[in-house]
């Protein structure tokens, strides 16, 4: 068994401002039509695959560059500059990203995503979600399983799949892909990581606290050094903002009139909270 560990895909925003050409020092963008989301021009380099959206009415101080898993692919076989030494440029430049994928992949080794899913379905697998699901599937002679742990709209999904079936190759050893797609404030997390740990250490990190698994392959995948998840503060909500304001006003303006009125309120909120663990199950 032998284990490789890197990005697989990259939705960012960078300001126009930036020098691209430190991220990627080959590239040749050429101009392919309209963007998504009102940017109004689309861009490819020719080279890589990568994805550059610009034009934007609503957001001109910002243009998106977009790493597919090839385009990522593709400039890792270029060879011009290491996977680690782009993503800290990248984030040098002030990017901010949207979607982080961490992939770690374990070839010529003994798990299989049917493994996991049983392992999960006994208790053995231990993951921060509580939604699964599991898709059966062939390509050629390769079973092309996959299991999904957590919702496609949280900050955090995981996969895993046999990467063998879903490139056609039957005739190796065996390849299966761990995956963790990372989203908003997770993702942003995650690039902060790397710029400051590297690539390797923050994938076992995220997924070690991800996925709790003692099975000895898994563990070894991991290895022993991993960074654990960086929270990037959140900004407040707008539900956060009116508690913190005006609520908190009335309520202190309350308390200076009757202190036992503390009592009252806190039972108050214990209750809802009570009610909200019932109703969700936990």
């Known amino acids: 068994m032998y284990v490789t560990k890197h990005i697989d895909w990259i939705s960012s925003s960078l300001p126009t401002n930036s020098d691209l050409y430190s991220v990627l020092p080959t590239a040749s963008f050429r ?29 001109p101080e910002i243009v998106l560059l977009t790493f597919s898993g090839e385009a990522l692919e593709n400039l890792r076989r270029s060879g011009n500059m290491g996977e680690d030494i782009r993503i800290r440029r990248l984030a040098n430049e002030g990017a901010k990203v949207s979607r982080f994928d961490l992939t770690l992949n374990i070839h010529e080794g003994e798990v299989t995503p049917r493994i996991m899913y049983n392992a999960l379905k006994s208790g053995a697998v231990k993951p921060r979600a509580r939604t699964y699901r599991f898709i059966e599937g062939k390509r050629g002679d390769v079973e092309g399983d996959t299991l999904y742990i957590g919702s496609p709209t949280a900050d955090v999904q995981f996969r895993c799949y046999n990467k063998a079936a879903e490139t ?26 790397c ?4 690539i390797s250490e923050t994938c076992s990190g995220h997924l070690r606290d991800f996925l709790d698994w003692g099975n000895q392959e ?17 900004k407040p909500t707008n539900r956060q903002r009116w508690l913190l304001g005006q609520v908190a006003s009335a309520l202190a303006n309350e ?28």
């Open 195 to 198: 710029r400051t740990n590297g």
């Open 31 to 59: 101009r392919t039509g309209r963007g998504h989301h009102g940017f109004a021009t689309r861009f490819v380099d020719l080279h890589s695959g990568v994805v550059m959206e610009a034009d934007s009415l609503a957001e």
């Open 168 to 193: 056609g190759i039957v005739d190796q050893g065996a390849w299966v892909r761990l995956e963790l797609e990372l989203r908003r404030i997770r993702a942003n997390g995650a690039l902060q990581s």
């Open 255 to 282: 308390l200076w009139l009757n202190s036992a009125f503390q009592v009252t309120f806190d039972a108050a909120v214990k209750g809802e909270l009570d009610r909200l663990t019932i109703e969700n199950g936990s």
């Open 218 to 234: 898994y563990k070894s995948a991991l290895g022993d050094n991993g960074i654990q998840p960086l929270d990037v503060p959140r």
